[in-house]
């Protein structure tokens, strides 16, 4: 039983690249949610979904999309990177969302936009 | 911007308690409080989680005051694994995905 797995670890883009940072779960969870860190910002929610085909914009959702095609997948776009994106992605997913089960934290992607 | 307020950072002796507090002055009657840390820079880890009773797992303890208006997490026996960051949350009805992690506190386990 993986968890939640994200690649890459570590990438390094330059300014106006795309590319797209992989989620995946095998716990078949519902909920799946996609967090930037920074340094002295804490986790910041950028997109999330409830169900597949379902999606929906967190706290800081621009410049960044995401799809939702089946229960264990859930990447998100950078579709121009830039500089600012520069920190470190977080995905996680839980069963339910109802407030009483714990979430799954993926180790992270950690994103350089040079 | 995060609903709770932490002390940003605390140290313990290892073999110590490690008592970490937490104010939700805004939490609402069908929210859940939520404790998490990370380690270094891995993924948050889920330690605990209460309504209104003390709570306690093989991790932790969770102290709630009767109003939920503040909670603390207990380490009976902090070990230097113990360091990390702490982040207590509210979880909203319908899920963690609404939910923003703030700062945390830094626990330092010293020797």
């Known amino acids: 039983n993986a968890g939640v797995t994200q690649t890459p670890k570590f990438q390094v883009l330059k300014t106006g690249q795309s590319m797209t940072l992989q989620c995946a779960q095998d716990?078949?969870?519902?909920?799946m949610s996609w967090y930037r860190q920074d340094p002295g910002m804490g986790l910041r929610l950028i997109h999330y979904?409830?169900?597949?085909?379902?999606?929906d914009q967190g706290e800081v959702p621009n410049g960044y999309n995401v799809s939702r095609s089946t229960t264990e997948d859930f990447p998100l776009r950078l579709l121009s990177a830039a500089p600012s994106q520069t920190s470190v992605y977080f995905c996680?997913?839980?069963?339910?969302?109802?407030?009483?089960?714990?979430?799954?934290f993926g180790q992270g992607t950690r994103l350089t936009v040079v | 911007d995060a609903k709770t307020t932490q002390p940003t950072s605390m140290d313990c002796a290892e073999g110590r308690a490690a008592n970490l507090p937490c104010n939700h002055s805004?939490?609402?009657?069908?929210?859940?409080v939520y404790w998490y840390r990370q380690i270094h820079s891995q993924g948050p880890q889920y330690i605990i989680h209460?309504?209104?009773n003390n709570e306690t797992n093989e991790m932790a303890s969770l102290i709630i005051t009767e109003d939920r208006k503040s909670s603390t997490l207990i380490l009976p026996h902090a070990t230097l694994r113990d360091t990390a960051v702490y982040y207590c949350?509210?979880?909203?009805?319908?899920?963690?995905?609404?939910?923003?992690f703030g700062i945390g506190t830094k626990l330092q386990v010293i020797p």
């Open positions: 996680a997913s839980s069963l339910e969302g109802r407030g009483n089960t714990e979430a799954f």
């Open positions: 716990m078949n969870h519902e909920y």
């Open positions: 979904s409830v169900g597949a085909g379902i999606t």
């Open positions: 805004t939490i609402s009657g069908n929210e859940y």
């Open positions: 209460g309504l209104k």
């Open positions: 949350i509210d979880s909203l009805l319908g899920g963690y995905q609404k939910v923003t």
